[in-house]
């Protein structure tokens, strides 16, 4: 049919098992019998074809002396590395066709290729050593076998690249004489012909004239198939066309000798602009930059490759930046984590100044107020707890709500500066004119806070909002008989409700100038009584769970 050259990616390794093959016109003259494979090796040497075989890299296995295999001429130039490591393969042994097939063929190539680690077959060698003299690769053996081309030369640049020269063919190979493929597209890119179209006569002659033509097993069951980057059920025979196809266009992928140096550099350079950019951003602008790197790094390999077989890894300066974007983040995290923990110990430092600070003022007006207002604090964290145990304000009373319930407690009596002397420090019972005015208190401390606000300009503080409900609401009742506003059940704050119980507790049990201390048992008795009147019902349970230790810090206040 024509065929510049035929590559057989078949091992005939056995005889023929169909037996003798017998024309009646060659028993009537007495000629010797023919056998399948002497035909086959008639129609070898009668044409130009290359045989396959495969080399063997295990002590154990097969040595090949019996095999007729076909070297090459290699001229290897490797300067300072005369006794390093050869920039080939040095198989063991070979597993090859019948002596008398190869004799026939007058050409011969392996067929090995291995992939990479993640199962990819991406690089094919092209000559390999046995016995001390070196072998040309099936698609090699088939150029050459086209060209002529007898003698090849190794030129070693380091131990990652180095060039293999055939004809005026220059090709960019690693250092062990693999080529890294350049596949045109998923398989069958290549026409395949069916051996019984050809067989039949189905097949134009022109479909292979002047071409090489490689035939292979692609039926199930007996093909050979591999993944490439492309497919992941490639031919292998279509491997081997694709290799000659590369020798022929001189098409390779190009990867400079300096490529893991120009992928290190790349790395550096990105990693040094990612951080570089998150030092003049923000987070967000800073990610969106980053990809967008990365995407043109990708389109830019994608482009290279395709459009002139320029091979630049984007694999290694993806990594760069995505570990320099983590990195960055993860140290933005970092700095601004610093600066809230910082900023939250500011706070904490100034909340605790403003209550300190409105303390020493009450305690100015009245020194009794002042204890008071001091005890609650250790009170109000004790029954905050105790109540979080409760599943209906275990959402609430949060640890840090907790720590800020019994750090604001003591501001629960401010208003009361705004108590003229003679009543906050009278002896006896109040007229009904002075009471109204010492129940006032709830409603000034609540304005120095708002006021507070409005000048500072806060909104929507959660400290300066629980203060408010604290000073506002701890002398609201359960039942709705309370003041200032009166409020009844659930629409009482939770801070009011514990400062409530705990505010009178302290009241009751500690002596003052215009007042006897009532014992504790008997204030115990009192609070539980105005469950579900004047308390919390849920308050007063928690309240009755820590009476004892109630009672321990009391002794402890009176000394």
Not at 209 to 234: M, N, Q, S, W, Y
Not at 424 to 434: F, H, R, S, W
Not at 463 to 488: F, S
Request: proline share 6%.
């Amino acid at each position: 049919m024509g065929a510049a050259a035929i590559a057989i990616d078949i091992i005939f390794a056995e005889s023929d098992r169909y037996g003798e093959v017998q024309p009646a016109a060659a028993r009537a003259s007495g000629a010797a019998p023919s056998t399948p494979d002497d035909t086959l090796a008639t129609a070898l040497h009668e044409s130009r074809v290359v045989l396959g075989y495969a080399l063997t890299f295990d002590s154990g296995g097969p040595t090949g002396k019996s095999c007729v295999l076909h070297p090459v001429g290699l001229a290897v130039l490797q300067p300072g590395e005369e006794n390093g490591d050869a920039p080939y393969f040095r198989a063991t042994g070979a597993v090859c066709s019948l002596p008398g097939l190869a004799q026939a063929a007058g050409a011969s190539g392996f067929l090995n290729a291995a992939p990479d680690s993640d199962g990819i077959l991406r690089r094919v060698p092209l000559v390999a050593e046995l016995n001390g003299r070196r072998y040309p690769s099936l698609g090699v053996a088939a150029v050459a076998a086209v060209t002529g081309a007898r003698e090849l030369s190794l030129r070693v640049s380091n131990v990652n690249a180095a060039t293999l020269t055939m004809d005026d063919r220059v090709i960019p190979v690693d250092g062990k004489s693999n080529l890294l493929v350049r596949y045109r597209g998923r398989k069958k890119t290549f026409p395949y012909l069916s051996a019984a179209d050809v067989l039949n006569g189905q097949i134009s002659p022109d479909a292979v004239r002047g071409k090489i033509a490689f035939v292979g097993t692609t039926a199930l069951g007996t093909r050979e198939v591999v993944a490439t980057p492309l497919d992941t059920l490639f031919a292998g025979v279509e491997v081997q066309a694709t290799v000659a196809d590369n020798l022929i266009e001189q098409s390779f992928v190009q990867r400079s000798p300096h490529g893991r140096l120009l992928d290190s550099v790349i790395v550096i350079v990105l990693g040094i602009a990612v951080a570089l950019l998150f030092a003049r951003t923000s987070v967000v602008p800073g990610l969106i930059t980053g990809g967008a790197g990365v995407a043109v790094i990708w389109t830019e390999s994608v482009w290279l490759f395709s459009s002139s077989g320029v091979f630049l890894s984007p694999l290694f300066p993806t990594i760069g930046v995505t570990a320099a974007l983590i990195s960055m983040t993860f140290a933005r995290f970092l700095v601004e984590r610093g600066r809230a923990e910082s900023a939250g110990r500011e706070r904490t430092t100034a909340q605790s100044l403003m209550v300190q600070t409105l303390l020493s003022l009450t305690e100015t007006r009245d020194a009794e107020t002042g204890k008071h207002s001091r005890r609650t604090q250790q009170y109000a964290r004790l029954l905050a707890r105790q109540l979080a145990l409760n599943p209906d304000f275990r959402a609430y009373l949060t640890p840090d709500r907790i720590d800020l319930l019994s750090s604001l407690a003591p501001l629960h009596d401010i208003g009361k500066v705004g108590i003229p002397d003679h009543i906050l420090n009278k002896p006896g019972a109040l007229t009904p004119e002075e009471l109204a005015q010492m129940r006032s208190h709830p409603v000034l401390g609540r304005d120095v806070i708002l006021k507070a606000e409005q000048r500072v300009g806060v909104r929507d503080d959660v400290t300066l909002a629980m203060a408010k409900d604290i000073v506002y609401t701890h002398h609201e009742r359960w039942d709705g008989t309370g003041y200032p506003q009166g409020l009844r059940g659930p629409d009482i704050p939770i801070p009011g409700r514990v400062m409530g119980v705990v505010d009178v507790y302290d009241a009751a049990v500690t002596r003052t100038l215009y007042q006897k201390s009532v014992s504790h048992e008997d204030v115990v008795k009192l609070i539980v009584k105005g469950r579900g009147t004047h308390f919390d019902p849920a308050v007063v349970d928690a309240f009755i769970g820590v009476a004892d230790v109630f009672k321990h810090l009391s002794q402890e206040a009176q000394g």
